[in-house]
């Protein structure tokens, strides 16, 4: 007869062996996790997948065989039945171990051949179960350290409490514990260690960056804003980018130089004589900033003005960033800011607030002074970010509508699943389009893409236009916690054609697998995952739409960002 949970706890503590039933669902959860997945995995993610999705199993397993033993089902079995039931377990895991090892390393290689990585050794498979195993381990110990906690509360309140009382009572004290614990001791403390240590990466600058002299740029000379309060991403972005000779002989037309104008977390620490110290040290203060430079630079009289939410610690896409200026022949000034420290990462999982604030206050600075100019003489006004930041530069506006009335083209980079209004508009797609490539009213403004190609639709394209850029591998777009219970509508319809066309929706597995995929969404060529590249040329030329414009021009951009 099954023991109850309370009954093993009791008797066994830790030591007591494994549930027979758990371990017949941890071996069917260790077989789907060695599936195929949106983006190959190094060995030893494969196996905290695989540990994470065992010991999901194992806890299914058990709570199943609680729930029928409570149900009143209490089948009496004998020691031989017994016996037979831990060998045909045994039997299958020395068969199906081995198999989905080998099949899961072989998968793993046609995943890699599809991106375009380097095979790997695959005899590292072999330490994936080890890995598995251990982290499976772990984690059954805490679920046990915490139902032994439980039970020994319950029997202290039951003294005084009638059983259901204490039994309750246990849970929620325990619970309690764990939440203190893991928000105050491992989240805050964690968390401050992290943005301490960015905090000091941050005052380092990139190999070869050097400080730009034109006065164009933040961080020069004739800046306000002092060279090393940008930050080291923002030292990067001011330092890069084309100058007016080299996009005249991409383009073959006259160019002028680009602006890029630029606020790290710092800058307001950097000046002497601020008034509101306060204020300048806040994200609304830091936007202001940036507005400032504009002013300076002239980016209020170029032809193109792009607001940028960069990612957590200030990155911005030189992909994006650059084909846009090539696209625009430098007639450009970009407008970004720094609104962290932490890690694009970190950010994604702690801190989901600030790049939402920050997108905000940027806009609406640079939106308020632009429309404050007659109308003749403001430049198009578009916005492009990328992950973090292409969510919080969503927060500007309230629909799709919005965005569209209020710039003059967008171009929104692997976004995360939790934006809005993305989501809204992902949701409110046109009836028999996909969820990776939705079509909205026909691709009147706002158009999908995972290729270039994508945004060409048999519809007339009008102004102005809208593009969400986002490929059908890439996790930081699909993840989201209701993959664990939830099939989603693109594992339902038919797959991009940047993933293994073996990937299947797996209960609580998928989810992993989605998550342990996001580690290094962004360490593989572009046009994969979460790495967007040059192709981004041909969408600006497509939303900006500049009078000769041709595919020749698009593709001599890609060489020129390639460095063909």
């Avoid at 069917?28 to 010991?55: C, D, E, H, K, N």
């Avoid at 202001?288 to 003005?305: I, K, P, W, Y």
């Avoid at 911005?316 to 007639?331: I, L, R």
Wanted: aromatic share 10%.
């Amino acid at each position: 007869m099954l023991d109850s949970p309370e009954v093993e706890t009791s008797r066994h503590g830790f030591l007591r062996p494994p549930h027979p039933v758990g371990l017949a669902w941890a071996l069917l959860f260790f077989v789907w996790s060695m599936t195929p997945s949106l983006l190959p995995r190094v060995w030893y993610l494969q196996g905290v997948a695989t540990g994470l999705s065992m010991i999901t199993g194992y806890g299914i397993g058990v709570l199943v065989a609680w729930v029928v033993r409570r149900c009143g089902v209490e089948p009496e079995w004998s020691a031989r039945a017994r016996r037979i039931g831990w060998w045909v377990l045994a039997a299958a895991s020395a068969i199906l171990v081995p198999l989905f090892l080998i099949l899961g390393s072989w998968w793993q290689q046609i995943i890699r051949d599809l991106v375009g990585v380097p095979r790997v050794e695959r005899s590292y498979y072999l330490l994936v179960l080890l890995i598995a195993v251990v982290v499976a381990l772990l984690l059954l110990a805490v679920g046990r350290g915490l139902r032994a906690a439980t039970v020994k509360l319950t029997r202290f309140g039951g003294r005084w409490l009638p059983a259901p009382v204490a039994r309750l009572g246990a849970v929620a004290l325990v619970l309690v514990v764990v939440v203190v614990l893991l928000n105050g001791a491992l989240y805050r403390g964690l968390l401050g260690a992290a943005e301490e240590s960015a905090k000091l990466a941050d005052q380092g600058t990139a190999e070869g960056v050097v400080q730009p002299q034109l006065p164009e740029r933040s961080g020069s000379p004739a800046s306000a804003e002092a060279w090393e309060t940008l930050g080291a991403e923002g030292r990067t972005f001011v330092a890069g980018g084309p100058t007016a000779e080299q996009i005249t002989a991409v383009t073959g037309a006259p160019a002028r130089t680009p602006i890029r104008v630029y606020a790290g977390r710092e800058s307001a620490d950097s000046i002497d004589g601020i008034a509101d110290r306060e204020s300048a040290d806040s994200i609304d203060g830091i936007a202001d900033r940036v507005v400032a430079e504009l002013e300076r630079t002239g980016g209020f009289d170029r032809g193109v003005l792009a607001v940028v939410t960069t990612t957590g610690r200030g990155w911005v896409n030189a992909n994006v960033a650059s084909s846009f200026e090539y696209v625009a022949g430098g007639d450009t000034a970009i407008a970004a800011m720094q609104y962290s420290y932490l890690p694009s990462p970190l950010s994604f999982i702690a801190d989901r607030e600030t790049p939402q604030l920050a997108g905000r206050a940027l806009f609406e600075a640079v939106y308020k002074a632009w429309a404050e100019r007659p109308e003749d003489r403001r430049p198009k006004l578009v916005v492009f970010g990328e992950s973090l930041g292409s969510y919080g530069g969503q927060a500007a506006f309230a629909s799709g509508p919005d965005l569209v009335a209020r710039t003059d083209g967008a171009l929104l980079v692997g976004t995360p699943n939790f934006a809005e209004p993305w989501g809204r508009i992902t949701e409110g797609r046109d009836p028999g389009s996909l969820e990776r490539l939705p079509v909205v009213d026909g691709g009147a403004n706002i158009r999908f893409a995972s290729r270039p190609e994508d945004a060409e639709l048999p519809a007339p394209w009008e102004f102005p236009r809208v593009v969400y850029w986002q490929h059908a591998s890439d996790p930081i777009t699909w993840w989201s916690f209701d993959l664990a219970l939830h099939r989603p509508d693109w594992l339902r319809e038919p797959l991009g054609p940047d993933v293994d066309p073996g990937m299947r929706w797996i209960p609580i597995v998928t989810f992993w697998q989605v998550t342990l995929d996001m580690v290094f969404s962004a360490e593989v060529p572009a046009g994969f995952g979460h790495s967007y590249g040059p192709e981004a040329a041909q969408l600006w030329a497509d939303i900006l739409a500049p009078p000769g414009w041709d595919d020749a021009a698009t593709q001599r951009v890609e060489n020129a960002l390639r460095g063909v």
